[in-house]
């Protein structure tokens, strides 16, 4: 069992729709909770860095980690096709260096 | 603020040689990470430079090696190229009290033949 598990898609909106993304995790020592988005060919961008569980907000994005069930979401309101992108979970443990990662879902939204 | 930069961009290289990738870390930023993307996955990490010191590392041989420089800039390099060493090579820069906060750079290309 991969210690990160996101399923690749790909998944294809229309431009509006709210997007739900997810990942699970098998270490339950993991506390920290990222999500990248990889344009084509660019390096992943950070877009939401947690700590433990609970949501976070910031704009169109909601990152919500449930570490009872080691599931992990990122939504995205009223996507737009500039939001068309791979999008990253990543996790680390308490004073950890190292990010494992998910394989990345990759996102389409269509105008 | 200067953000994380690589070079080359793109590298073609054969089997059985040797290349350094280079990257330089975003402005206040003293700890590098490297990982190897290949297609269709997500990043693996390689190993992690802070204070010009290996600060740790991920399930890859002793063919990859890394440097870190006074400035915070670090290599990546890799001996006796193989087939599969084939993918995206990513550099993250992060501070030292958030060093699992990584800003990635644009990431250098390597194709082996």
């Known amino acids: 069992q991969k210690e990160v598990e996101q399923d690749p898609g790909p998944l294809s909106v229309p431009e509006g729709a709210i997007v739900s993304l997810n990942c699970t995790y098998s270490n339950s020592a993991f506390q920290y909770f990222m999500w990248y988005r990889q344009y084509s060919r660019k390096g992943p961008e950070l877009l939401m860095y947690?700590?433990?569980?609970g949501n976070k907000e910031d704009g169109r994005f909601t990152a919500q980690v449930d570490k009872s069930s080691k599931y992990i979401s990122l939504f995205i309101r009223d996507s737009q096709p500039s939001d068309s992108a791979t999008y990253l979970c990543?996790?680390?443990?308490?004073?950890?260096?190292?990010?494992?990662f998910g394989k990345g879902t990759k996102l389409s939204v269509i105008p | 603020e200067t953000g994380v930069t690589q070079s080359p961009t793109h590298l073609i290289k054969t089997r059985g040689q040797q290349v350094t990738l280079r990257c330089s870390s975003q402005s206040g930023h003293n700890t590098v990470s490297w990982y190897q993307q290949a297609l269709g996955q997500g990043p693996q990490f390689i190993f992690q430079y802070y204070r010009e010191e290996e600060n740790g590392r991920g399930n890859f041989p002793p063919r990859f090696s890394g440097l870190q420089f006074p400035n915070y800039s670090s290599e990546l390099n890799v001996n006796a190229l193989e087939l599969d060493d084939s993918a995206l090579y990513l550099c993250?820069?992060?501070?030292?009290?958030?060093?699992?906060?990584?800003?990635f750079g644009p990431g250098t290309r390597l194709t082996v033949l």
């Open positions: 993250a820069s992060s501070g030292r009290d958030r060093s699992n906060e990584q800003f």
């Open positions: 990543a996790t680390s443990g308490a004073g950890s260096y190292q990010l494992t």
């Open positions: 947690t700590y433990s569980s």
